[in-house]
């Protein structure tokens, strides 16, 4: 019975407004829940003979009081620390409260002491007895330097050493008929406590009230405000249907801290105690012989929203009422205690692992993965155990695809890859994992890697082939693969996936040829990668047709590439019967290494006049290994005027070239002929032979130009000669002779201007002056300085001494240097140094 109970305590029951299971599902709770004192502790064996009053709760233990008097210390499980209980009083135990250090626990009692406990030593520290019965006390939270408490009757009275004894000061007292003090909170200076008629807040430093909160009108039930505060500036309070949230705040007006109220709604059912939560609350609530509920809200500013609502599943629950239930927090570890007199459950926030644990068992397997791989490993939750349990969802539903995707990012050992690929093949779904096994780091045995391939092979030979591709040949066992494909394709040799894994095969066992011969029946172009990258040049000189016939560009690109491997004379003589496809490779030697076929030029000449009459000039024009006769007899035999004209002319036989042209009527030509050749004689010639042929006239008036004179051209017309647009050629000429001469006229006009502009420089470049600084110009001659520089009051020199010579091209003479010299021979105009007589 007593661990139904506690399954059922821990529940996490649907969250409020839930219509359907389904939704449930998607909504995790906020906290998880345990019995205090479940299996073998000693909080059972304590509520046997007695219940609980009142609870006080420490990151090291928890304390217990009851209805005997007695005060356990127990740590969060229920077990009694080291046989630690504490007495001292007589009677109900209502309130305790404990140091922040966890050294000194103050109680009190209706027997009308407050007791003050060393934890360490298991002595009481003091007793304080009071006339009245005491419904609350705090101890300060730093109580071992400050030695201070309050307790609470129709009193606030704050116990603190004196010089001589412990002073006792009244902080406030209660008005007639307003009820004891029934709970009070110490935080840091602040002081709060609960009354039935309201909340007051006390700073002990500015000694002086806070802030008073009256009960509010509403409320019927006297029942004394559930208080906590989280530090000297914030604390929240609830009576029974009221809920404020308050903060200790400077006034903007006086400056002084005052308590404002910063939030407050009514709420439907009974509260029992209240709690912080971050930014949400914590509710308990109970309705008469129901079970209780944990609600978490939202406050607003005059109302709230309901985030969850939990029913907790407490021992007796039926038999208490709202008074009988508390509600304790332990902020630094996120534990509340939901207490009664006969049962404690404590809620915890929920943390990685638990919502790891949660994901998994709502089968949000992705979701569990991605924060494990953000956040890091927790606990028994790694990546690998996480992944592992999605691979093992994923092959249950099916989705074996995703699963074997997953595997690449989870597994990592050998023997996880190993035992997944086994987990595979028993879910009949190797072929989905084939894909994504390793090939190397790790490497799996040989075995592993054979199953694999043998189960693809019967479900899906194309992924067989990929497979087979893709692996190198020390995984699997090549020979015995081989075996199989080789006896399955004797049954079916026409299959063409079987022929390309066979060919493989035997390509990964060193049986070159037979992959050859295989390829080149299913005419297959991996046949040119098998030849380049084993070298087998030889196997297949003799198939070049076939090579041909499969792939004509990657036939002529392997024959080009490896020269070595393939001799140009061999190849001729193998396509000799199929001269297109020999004309396409020499054409492709040429045009890469033109000097590898010169002495096949003549055997060219014949392919490209057969086969690519367009390429033939180009190469009787680059090209100098033909002989000239036979190239002429089979140019002038196809009747290839152009390519023989050609010839003719290389041949130095100019004449028989032009007259060619003249025979075949193609003046057009005939003038291009004369145009490259420069030839006058040849230009006579086609003047000549005009005489008979008027639309040469034509031509030639149009085209000649200056090399033929026009008039020898015009007198070439016969009487009555009908010349076919003669008019429009006479026109053409005198309209090209008005352009040339307005040309010539022109560039006279530019010639004349531009000498014009010469003539200006060089005058005006003779007008300029020169400068002749006594120090820096010398005589070219002498070397000596031209002028002398007087000073202050010195006779001038004389005319002589002041003849100077000075030549624009910067050189300078005293006149009887020049004169005296070899350079008086020069024309009294010119420069002697120009004139190379000084140096």
């Known amino acids: 019975e007593k661990l139904e109970e506690s399954r059922e305590a821990t529940e996490e029951p649907p969250e409020a407004g839930c219509d359907s299971e389904a939704e449930y599902e998607e909504l995790e709770p906020r906290l998880k829940y345990h019995r205090v004192g479940q299996g073998n502790t000693d909080l059972p064996r304590i509520l046997d003979k007695d219940f609980i009053t009142s609870l006080a709760v420490h990151s090291k233990f928890i304390c217990v009081g009851t209805n005997w008097g007695n005060i356990y210390i127990l740590d969060h499980m229920g077990n009694n620390i080291q046989g630690r209980s504490l007495s001292g009083h007589s009677t109900t135990v209502n309130q305790i409260s404990v140091d922040e250090k966890g050294e000194y626990l103050a109680s009190c009692s ?15 520290y003091s007793t304080l ?28 009275i704050l116990v603190e050493p004196g010089f001589i004894k412990k002073q ?59 208080i906590q505060a989280s530090d000297e500036a914030n604390f929240i309070a609830a009576f029974r249907r009221s809920v404020y949230i308050c903060r200790i705040a400077p006034d903007p007006n006086s400056g002084r801290r005052v308590g404002q109220i910063v939030a407050s709604f009514s709420f439907p059912m009974t509260v029992c105690g209240i709690c912080g939560f971050g930014k949400e609350l914590l509710l308990l609530s109970q309705k008469e012989k129901e079970k209780p509920q944990l609600h978490l809200v939202e406050p607003g500013i005059d109302t709230y929203v309901e985030l969850a609502i939990e029913e907790l599943k407490v021992r007796g629950f039926e038999r208490y009422s709202p008074a009988n239930f508390r509600f304790e927090q332990l902020r630094s570890e996120g534990m509340y205690f939901i207490v009664c007199p006969k049962d404690i459950i404590c809620a915890q926030q929920r943390d990685r692992s638990d919502h790891l644990q949660w994901l998994l068992s709502r089968g949000k397997f992705k979701q569990a993965l991605d924060d494990v791989k953000q956040g890091g490993s927790i606990g028994e939750f790694t990546a690998a155990s996480v992944g592992r349990k999605y691979i093992d969802h994923l092959l249950s539903v099916g989705q074996f695809g995703q699963a074997a995707e ?18 595979f093949h028993q879910a009949g779904c ?15 045995d040989t075995s592993v890697y054979d199953l694999v391939l043998n189960e693809v092979f019967k479900t899906d030979r194309e992924q067989f082939l990929e497979l087979i591709n893709s692996w190198p040949s020390n995984l699997f066992s090549v020979r015995a693969v081989t075996r199989v494909v080789a006896e399955d394709l004797s049954r079916q040799p026409n299959d063409q996936i079987l022929n390309r894994c066979l060919a493989r095969l035997y390509e990964l066992s060193g049986e070159h040829e037979k992959t050859l011969s295989i390829l080149l029946k299913l005419r297959s172009c991996d046949a040119f990668a098998l030849v380049r990258r084993h070298r087998l040049h030889s196997h297949v000189v003799n198939k070049l047709p076939l090579l041909f016939s499969i792939n004509r560009e990657r036939t002529l690109q392997m024959l080009l590439d490896d020269q070595a491997g393939f001799s140009i004379s061999s190849i001729i003589s193998e396509l000799s019967s199929n001269s297109g496809l020999l004309c396409d490779y020499l054409d492709a030697v040429h045009l890469k290494d033109p000097a590898r076929v010169e002495k096949h030029a003549d055997k060219m000449v014949e392919l490209y006049a057969d086969h690519a009459r367009q390429k033939l000039l180009p190469f009787l024009r680059s090209s100098s290994g033909f002989k000239y006769e036979l190239a002429l ?35 057009d030509r005939v003038v291009q002929f004369c145009r490259d050749e420069a030839d006058p004689e040849l230009w006579m010639a086609a003047a000549e032979a005009a005489s008979d042929r008027p639309r ?18 015009i007198h070439k017309i016969q009487p009555g000669m009908v010349v076919p647009g003669l008019r429009n050629s006479i026109v053409k ?12 006229q022109g560039c006279a006009t530019i010639q004349s201007q531009d000498c014009q502009n010469l003539i200006h420089k060089q005058i005006a470049f003779a007008r300029r002056p020169m400068s002749v600084s006594p120090s820096s110009n010398l005589c070219v001659r002498c070397r000596t300085p031209l002028l002398v520089a007087r000073r202050m009051g010195e006779a001038p020199p004389d005319a002589g001494e002041a003849h100077l010579l000075l030549f624009n091209c910067g050189h300078y003479f005293h006149a009887e240097c020049r004169q005296g010299s070899e350079a008086a021979a020069v024309a009294d105009t010119d420069c002697p140094a120009c004139a190379g007589m000084c140096y």
């Open 406 to 423: 997953l595997c690449q990012t989870v597994l990592s050992g050998k023997e996880e890859w190993e035992a997944m690929a086994y987990q």
């Open 633 to 667: 007899a089979l140019c002038a035999d196809r009747q290839l005027t152009e390519e023989t004209v050609y010839i003719l002319a290389r041949m130095g036989r100019r004449r028989d070239a032009l007259n060619l042209l003249l025979d075949e009527q193609q003046f």
């Open 110 to 124: 209706m027997d009308e002491r407050v007791i003050i406990h060393n934890l360490f030593n298991k002595k009481t």
């Open 168 to 226: 006792h000061r009244v902080l406030a007292e209660a008005r007639p008929n307003c009820g004891a003090i029934r709970c009070i909170v110490w935080a840091n200076s602040l002081v709060v406590w609960g009354t039935e008629e309201g909340v007051r807040a006390y700073c002990l430093v500015e000694r002086r009230s806070l802030t008073s909160l009256p009960r509010p009108a509403t409320e019927t039930d006297r029942t004394a405000a559930f």
């Open 696 to 713: 040469l006239i034509t031509t030639l008036l149009e085209n000649s130009g200056s090399e033929v004179d026009p008039a020898i051209l």
């Open 129 to 156: 007895k009071l006339d009245k019965p005491v419904y609350a006390v705090a101890i300060s939270p730093n109580f071992a330097a400050t030695q201070s408490y309050v307790t609470g009757d129709d009193r606030l």
């Open 733 to 744: 000429l005198l309209s090209d002779y008005r352009v040339g001469t307005a040309l010539t």
């Open 430 to 444: 190797t072929s989905a994992l084939a894909r994504h096994l390793p090939k190397s780091k790790p490497q799996l």
